[in-house]
């Protein structure tokens, strides 16, 4: 059961809230420099490839939230992007499997360098004492999510593997 730390929760949260902005804004400014550029929905399911290479196209479909005909078109648009390879699966030749290809691996691996680039400048401009609450905050709040998942999702489903 989470503690409760007060009356100010709520302002936490508008103040994480607001932050959160400025974090996203840093971390996509990382994802508009991506050769070839990756939309929102293409680098989620990318990361999700990754995560579980060989995840048939209903898997994606679930973990992205999405209808298995938009999934299956995202799909369509990385494998001609030849960010992605499909295969047939391997209990059952039926189902198609998805796997990164050494392109997209290759792109992921620049992607993490560049917004950790991105990131080292902003945090370079803090205090010490700032990035070590910060560190040390998002990895509380990190912890705190995986383990109390929204009702229906896995564990972990409402934060994004670190990239």
Known sequence: MAEHHGPD???????VDDAAATLLAVWDSAREQ???????PQLSALLVVERAEGINLRG?????????SSASRLCDRLV???LVDREPGRADRREIALYLTPSSRALLDNLRSTRREVLGEVFDRMSPAGRAALVRGLNEFQQVAMDTS????PAGGVVEDAL
């Not at 929760?9 to 103040?15: L, R, T």
């Not at 991506?34 to 929102?40: E, F, H, I, K, Q």
């Open 9 to 15: 929760g709520p302002q936490h949260a508008a103040a």
């Open 60 to 68: 994606l479909a679930a973990e992205l939230r999405m209808i298995l």
């Open 80 to 82: 001609a992007s030849g």
């Open 150 to 153: 929204a009702p229906g999702q």
């Open 34 to 40: 991506a050769v070839p550029r990756l939309s929102g």
